[in-house]
């Protein structure tokens, strides 16, 4: 350490020493600070973008969503650090080091910025091929001169490159294959209806919310928990936990419904969503009471259009497309683009999405009375709430992938174990999840891929 530090202050004139030696441990710890904040935005922005395995992440402000504190990262650039200098020998290697990353960064940069020219801004190609000749040139020529010193401290920046950018780009191919695995394999809504209202099996009374990160269509998990379980419940709600950039999300605003089958079969879908300053480890039987309060409000809420358009246009089939609707407790309707209904000002145009339902409720007849109507309500509500008291039961699905045996050599070490690895010490999605044991079932499905 001191041979580092020695050529610096050997330049420093005596009566200056302690200025400088304060304002030199300054900067230090300005740049340290700096360095920590930069990892933690391009680790969380990579996870957003499913480019890195999923880790905790802790927002230290209810004001700017950008001030976020990673425990294991801040960990990790610790062990680095400390490495790093124990390993470093002389000040040219910590130079060469740090060339070698500069450099680098001025490349990426300028390549991003001629994308941005052509694609975004749209200049001419031949001042963009100018630029690009130009700054792209003179970096090369660094860039070669720096290449020179790679066994001469330009290696570990190097070493340490390559190894994240295979964590990105394993976490990145499992994770789309597995995704594009489940979108496959989701259930058709005909397979639906050749099972029945009781889904080819024993409706138990109770309540099963299954939880996985599809938005749209029913998830394959849910043909296993058929084919695995004698029965299954009464009523199935599908949830998906989604986070958005706000810091707190009203409890009105918190769940989104719409049903995915006919109304006999006492299916839904919920969006729980959550700000990134929400308390997530709520009590299970508070979480419960507002789902089962939020959907009863969605239900009347349906009725009640139901009714109105039914009188309005009874040629029309408004219900079909109504019952693709994403609806919030306080009626307001919207997709799922929108992150926050307070920010959706123009209600009364509906947005609706993309389902795979083809559920088609005929509009009631213009002889029914009203009566039936409301006694149809009042039955559903009934049946939901005799469900709530048979007891709620969490569903969780783990969903791995595995490499098929005619598939090359590459994909099946990336997958069964460099994958495997990653997304088994990686944070769940459902860590925030406190349910008790008595309440939960957990069914584990593979994917051939």
């Not at 740090?98 to 390549?111: K, L, P, Q, W």
């Not at 130009?134 to 010193?149: M, R």
């Not at 090359?408 to 997304?423: E, G, Q, S, T």
Request: charged letters at 20%.
């Amino acid at each position: 350490m001191l041979m580092l530090v020695k050529p610096f202050f050997s330049s420093v004139p005596s009566g200056a020493f302690w200025p400088t030696f304060l304002i030199a441990n300054i900067a230090a710890l300005i740049a340290s600070r700096t360095m920590t904040t930069a990892t933690f935005s391009c680790i969380k922005q990579s996870t957003s973008l499913g480019c890195f395995p999923r880790l905790k992440i802790i927002h230290t402000s209810r004001k700017f969503m950008g001030q976020i504190y990673i425990p294991v990262i801040n960990w990790f650039l610790l062990a680095v650090s400390l490495v790093f200098v124990c390993t470093i020998s002389s000040v040219d290697e910590i130079g060469n080091a740090y060339g070698i990353a500069e450099v680098g960064v001025m490349m990426m940069t300028t390549i991003l910025v001629t994308l941005v020219m052509l694609l975004i801004w749209q200049i001419h190609i031949i001042i963009v091929l100018i630029f690009l000749v130009v700054f792209l040139g003179l970096e090369l020529t660094f860039f070669s001169s720096v290449l020179w010193s790679v066994t001469d401290g330009s290696w570990i920046i190097l070493v340490f490159a390559t190894i994240m950018f295979f964590i990105m780009f394993v976490w990145n191919y499992g994770s789309k294959l597995k995704y594009e695995t489940e979108v496959k394999q989701k259930l058709s809504m005909d397979l639906m209806r050749e099972l029945g209202c009781n889904l080819g099996t024993i409706r138990a009374p109770g309540i099963g919310l299954l939880y996985n990160e599809l938005v749209k269509g029913i998830p394959g998990i849910f043909g296993h928990f058929l084919t695995t379980l004698p029965a299954i419940h009464s009523m199935v709600i599908f949830v998906s936990i989604k986070y958005v950039p706000v810091p707190m999300v009203p409890q009105n605003e918190r769940f989104l419904f719409r049903r995915v089958c006919q109304k006999s079969y006492h299916i839904f879908r919920c969006i729980a969503r959550y700000g990134y300053k929400d308390v997530r480890k709520e009590n299970h039987q508070t979480f419960e009471q507002l789902l089962m309060e939020s959907l009863e409000k969605f239900i009347r809420r349906e009725a009640q259009e139901r009714s109105l358009e039914s009188d309005g246009d009874d040629d029309t089939d408004s219900e079909d497309e109504y019952s693709r609707v994403l609806i919030a407790p306080n009626g307001s309707v919207y997709s799922l683009g929108v992150p926050l209904l307070a920010d959706f000002t123009d209600t009364s145009n509906p947005i609706f999405e993309a389902s795979t339902s083809e559920e088609v409720i005929r509009p009631a007849s213009p002889k029914s009375p009203v009566l039936d109507a409301e006694q149809s309500l009042e039955r559903e509500l009934s049946f939901i709430r005799k469900a709530k008291e048979s007891g709620v039961v969490y569903l969780l699905g783990h969903g791995d992938i595995r490499a098929r045996k005619d598939s090359w050599f590459m994909k099946k070490l990336v997958i069964n174990y460099f994958y495997a690895f990653l997304r088994k010490n990686c944070r769940r999605g459902i860590t925030n999840l406190s349910v008790p044991h008595s309440h939960l079932m957990q069914v584990g499905m593979t994917y051939m891929v």
